[in-house]
Structure formats: structure tokens, C-alpha cells
């Protein structure tokens, strides 16, 4: 095998998620609600956990209101760590 190989061989699979774009007013980065349902600690009912990622979006072609899919990545800034991978659809 080659070096190359060997290195994406030995790293971790990188996280993937699905979501909403909230924001794209910064230049090349959007913001991407991600929604889970998660138990509640004491109560076990399920609530809706909302999580707001900064993910990198080279050609600025997102809007808000696009279900995205964004990928892990190295840090990019202070708090970009996900960049979007692709646009499951577009908002109407």
C-alpha cells in the first residue's frame, strides 16, 4: 500500500449530518440547524434537541431554508469545523 492509502486507512470515519439552513449572510459559511430527538434524562419523553453548526459553503450556493448534508472536517476557524458536502433540496 501506499502512504496515502495507508493514512485514510487508519483514520476515523467522519461524521455526517442532515439539516436546515438558518443563516448564509457570512461570506462562504452557512449556518446548518441540525435537529435530533433525543430521551429526556428523568422522563424518558422524546424532545427535540437543536444543534446550530457553522459549515463551509465555497460558492455561496445555499439559501436559507435548503436541507443540506454537511461532513466533519479539520478546523477551518474559530468555530467552522463542518463543511457542506451536498443539497438534498432546495427551499420552495
Known sequence: M???????SE??????REGTVVSNKMD???VVAIVSRVPHAK???????????HAHDENN????????R???TRPLSKTKRWRI??????AK
Open 2 to 8: 501506499t502512504e496515502a492509502t495507508e493514512a485514510t
Open 11 to 16: 483514520r476515523a470515519a467522519r461524521k455526517v
Open 28 to 30: 462562504k459559511t452557512a
Open 43 to 53: 422522563y424518558n419523553k422524546m424532545i427535540l434537541q437543536t444543534t446550530k453548526l
Open 61 to 68: 450556493d445555499v439559501n436559507i431554508g435548503d436541507k443540506v
Open 70 to 72: 454537511v461532513m466533519e
Open 85 to 90: 458536502t451536498d443539497v438534498l433540496e432546495r
